[in-house]
C-alpha cells in the first residue's frame, strides 16, 4: 500500500529539539518532492519545509528557518525534519507530505504526528 | 507575508451546490489547489492546478480560478462532504494555504 507513516512526535520543554521521521512504502522516493506541513491546534494548515528528489535543494518558512532542517535517505525510504529550539508555537500536528511536481500540490498525505512544546 | 482568505465557514442542504471562495493577489499567476480534511483524518486533495480531479474524486467536485480568486465548487453535495476545505497556492517557490472553511451539510 502506498502510504507515509510519521514519528517522533513528543511533549518536549521550549528550547528543546526532536526529530521527525516519515517512512515510505510503495513508491519510489527518490522520484519526488517531499514536504513537510503543520496544523498547529485550532489553525490552518502551514507548509514548513520542502526538499528536492536527491536533497540538494531544501526550503523553509521564515519562521523555522536557522532552526529546523529537512533531509531525506531515499534508500531507507524516509524523509527527516530537525527540530531545535522549538519554541511553544511550534506546537501542532504535522504532516509529511508527496509533492509530485507534475501537480503542483501534494497527492499523498500521512496521518501525522503531534508536537507540542510546554514547559 | 503573503495570504489567502478563505471564509470560515459556509452550509448547504444535500444536493445543491455550494462554492468557497479563496482570495490572494497572486492567485492569477500560479496554479491552486483544494484539499478536503474530515475529523481525525488527514488532508485529501481534491482539486489541482486549478481546476483538474485526481483520480478517485467524484465529478462534483470542481475547481476554478479568476485571477485574484480561485473557487471550489461542489455540485449535489452529499453528507461525506461534510469537513474542512483548504486552498493551497505557490508564491515564488514557496507554499502558501487558506485559513480553511468548514463546511456544514445540513
Known amino acids: 500500500e502506498v502510504q507515509l507513516v510519521e514519528t517522533g512526535g513528543n511533549l518536549v520543554q521550549p528550547g528543546g529539539s526532536l526529530r521527525l521521521s516519515c517512512v515510505t512504502s510503495?513508491?519510489?522516493?527518490?522520484?519526488?518532492?517531499m514536504t513537510w506541513v503543520r496544523q498547529a491546534p485550532g489553525k490552518g494548515l502551514e507548509w514548513v519545509a520542502s526538499?528536492?528528489?536527491?536533497?540538494?535543494?531544501?526550503k523553509y518558512v521564515d519562521s523555522v528557518k536557522g532552526r529546523f532542517t529537512i533531509s531525506r535517505d531515499n534508500a531507507k525510504r524516509s524523509v527527516f525534519l530537525q527540530m531545535n529550539s522549538l519554541r511553544v508555537e511550534d506546537t501542532a500536528l504535522y504532516y509529511c507530505?508527496?509533492?509530485?511536481?507534475?501537480?503542483?500540490?501534494?497527492?499523498?498525505w500521512g496521518q501525522g504526528t503531534m508536537v507540542t512544546v510546554s514547559s | 507575508s503573503y495570504e489567502l482568505t478563505q471564509p470560515p465557514s459556509v452550509s448547504v442542504s444535500p444536493g445543491q451546490t455550494v462554492t468557497i471562495t479563496c482570495s490572494g493577489d497572486?492567485?492569477?499567476?500560479?496554479?491552486s489547489s483544494w484539499y478536503q480534511r474530515k475529523p481525525g483524518q488527514s488532508p485529501v486533495l481534491v482539486i489541482y492546478?486549478?481546476?483538474k480531479r485526481p483520480s478517485g474524486i467524484p465529478e462534483r467536485f470542481s475547481g476554478s480560478n479568476s485571477g485574484s480568486t480561485v473557487t471550489l465548487t461542489i455540485s449535489g453535495t452529499q453528507a461525506m462532504d461534510e469537513g474542512e476545505y483548504f486552498c493551497?497556492?505557490?508564491?515564488?517557490?514557496?507554499?502558501?494555504f487558506g485559513g480553511g472553511t468548514k463546511l456544514t451539510v445540513l
Open positions: 507530505a508527496r509533492d509530485p511536481d507534475y501537480l503542483d500540490a501534494y497527492d499523498l
Open positions: 510503495a513508491f519510489n522516493l527518490g522520484s519526488y518532492w
Open positions: 526538499i528536492n528528489k536527491d536533497g540538494s535543494e531544501k
Open positions: 497572486k492567485l492569477g499567476g500560479e496554479y
Open positions: 492546478q486549478d481546476n
Open positions: 493551497q497556492a505557490w508564491d515564488s517557490g514557496t507554499v502558501v
